[in-house]
């Protein structure tokens, strides 16, 4: 691979990476101007599950309170449906008397 393939391959994961970013950011002043849902530390599962399918966005604004909205993570949406179906997992599993 030639010296610039690779910089051109750091340089697209960069883009991403900021474009990320930007979108959370947006995300963020969207949820403080009341035009689209975030979730709050509180929030559990099914919140996350319900902001994901109501906003049909990847990246979700975690924000420690609904007060002062300050930014304290990213709810990525194959995360929480990660977490979901582990749930799931672990509610058969009891339910079977595996646990």
């Known amino acids: 691979m ?3 393939d690779h910089s051109s391959i750091g340089l697209l994961g960069s883009l991403r990476r900021l474009t990320r970013n930007v979108q959370v950011v947006l995300s963020l002043l969207a ?3 009341g035009l689209t849902a975030g979730l709050a530390a509180t ?4 919140a996350a599950l319900r902001a ?3 906003n049909g966005k990847v990246n979700l604004p975690v ?4 007060e ?5 993570g990213v709810a990525r949406e194959p995360e929480v449906a990660l977490a979901y ?3 799931l997992d ?7 008397g595996e646990v």
Do not use: S, W
């Open 2 to 4: 030639a010296q610039g």
């Open 31 to 33: 949820v403080g101007i």
């Open 43 to 46: 929030d559990d599962l099914d």
């Open 52 to 54: 994901h399918g109501a």
């Open 63 to 66: 924000v420690d309170n609904r």
């Open 68 to 72: 002062n909205l300050r930014l304290i």
């Open 85 to 87: 179906h582990r749930a």
């Open 90 to 96: 672990q509610a058969r599993a009891e339910e079977h």
